[in-house]
């Protein structure tokens, strides 16, 4: 079975995944503005309170994923052994070195104290030019998946590179497709085989915060209404492994 993830901010978001069928959600913050951040306890508790499994992201700041202040690593530890506590199923992960290869004991620091979980590698692979030698060290690092675009700008552009790296894996490491993922697209990366289908699915409520809140720009939520059109092709695409959700 092809799984479904929802990159969720809410718990309204959540709440829309799990009505059309997601099979888990991916917490995050500022999704939109920095490519999602670690949100607060709170939220995580009140999402994990939903029912769906929820994998938190543990990421800083935005930029990049090289991280050389040990304060950072602090954080994001003391950030992952907190979403652990509230529920979180799952955690998603990710440290580059300088030279943009798997930051081993970058890693290892975050999730320092952290057992039996479910662990993603975030899309910081996709800064890592072998992607080969990438999956065979989150392998041997106890890595259950890693989420990538296949290193292009959406995946229906790295098509070719996911359909490689579920090859080579091999079913030792989950490949997740995500980046840029349209309804149209989930026929074609459920043809290459990759394990999880991951896409926000989002829109911008209009909500204005006046001079001092932010401007105009409003805020995002799962369009409940996108997200069941790529519910519903996944199950098309899917059948007999997949069950309607309800």
Known sequence: MTALEFAVQDVAGALGARRVGADRVELCAALGSTGGLTPSIGTIEAVVGTGIP??????????????????????????????????????????????????????????????????TFHRGIDQIRDRAAALETLIAGGMTRVLTSGGAATCAEGLDELAAMVDHAAGRIQIMAGGG???????????????????????????????????????????????GAAARQLLAVDRPNRQPPG
């Open 181 to 227: 993922i349209t309804v149209g697209d989930i026929p074609a990366l459920h043809r290459v085989g990759v394990s999880g289908i991951h896409l926000s699915a989002r829109r911008v409520i209009a909500d204005d915060g006046g001079p001092g809140g932010g401007g105009k720009s409003g805020h995002e939520q799962l369009d409940e209404e996108l997200a």
């Open 54 to 119: 929820v994998h938190v992201l543990i990421r800083c700041r935005a930029g990049g994923f090289v991280y050389t202040d040990t304060d950072e690593l602090a954080v994001m530890n003391a950030d992952a052994r907190a979403a652990v506590s509230a529920g979180a199923s799952g955690l998603v992960v990710g440290a580059l070195t300088p030279d943009h290869q798997v930051d081993v004991e970058g890693v290892r620091r975050v999730l320092d104290g952290i057992d039996d979980i479910e662990l």
